[in-house]
């Protein structure tokens, strides 16, 4: 039988690890989706390709914002 403390984190700590986890990966996903879309802005809207590209950044900002986002609602900013 094992006495004391079983957790390896507080409760609060955990929160935060995973708020910092989510939210870095996912504001990242977001920048760096972003920017990708900016630069195809010029881009020939008739390529398959660039629409194809920029269907997938847009997906990606998309994500990147429900992420950040539920990284704020889960600490009840908004």
Not at 39 to 50: E, F, I, K, S, T
């Amino acid at each position: 039988m094992t006495t004391g403390m079983t957790q390896l984190v507080s409760p609060l700590v955990f929160k935060w690890f995973m708020t910092l986890f989510t939210g870095i990966v996912a504001g990242v996903w977001f920048v760096w989706d972003a920017v990708k879309l900016v630069a195809l802005r010029n881009a020939n809207g008739a390529d398959p390709v660039v629409r194809d590209k920029r269907f997938g950044y847009t997906i990606g900002v998309v994500i990147g914002a429900i992420g950040v986002t539920g990284c704020l609602l889960f600490w009840n900013v908004f």
